[in-house]
């Protein structure tokens, strides 16, 4: 079973909005921090936003404004709301996980498979 399962990446036109769903294996409860990285052709993998099970978040310079992450604990699922795409927000959107208990499986530092997103000018 796959820890971590992407969704919601597509191509999408500068200013429109997309959402990305991470769905977790087990329990989401079990993470205590959970974030979005993206990974640009030919960059470096960087933070976009992180959310702690007490409920904080943190969110990258270029992204405050326009995304939200949030967790829904019923559906075990962490989002990362999009508005206001912009041309440089094209990249490869990574779930991440530090702990995922899959059944009886302890898994650390969890990366999800990945979902490309592509905003056009």
């Known amino acids: 079973q796959v820890a971590l399962v992407e969704s919601g990446g597509g191509l999408v036109q500068a200013g429109g909005s997309l959402r990305l769903s991470c769905v977790v294996c087990?329990?989401?409860?079990?993470?205590?921090?959970m974030a979005w990285y993206r990974q640009a052709q030919g960059k470096q993998r960087e933070l976009v936003a992180t959310?702690?099970?007490?409920?904080?978040?943190i969110y990258a310079d270029s992204v405050k404004g326009r995304f939200t992450i949030s967790r829904d604990n019923a559906q075990n699922t962490l989002s990362l709301q999009m508005n206001s795409l912009k041309p440089e927000d094209t990249a490869v959107y990574y779930c991440?996980?530090?702990?995922?208990?899959?059944?009886?499986?302890?898994?650390?530092?969890?990366w999800g498979q990945g979902t490309q997103v592509t905003v056009s000018s």
């Open positions: 991440n996980a530090d702990q995922v208990v899959c059944g009886s499986r302890f898994s650390y530092n969890v």
């Open positions: 087990g329990n989401i409860r079990a993470a205590n921090a």
């Open positions: 959310s702690t099970r007490g409920g904080s978040t």
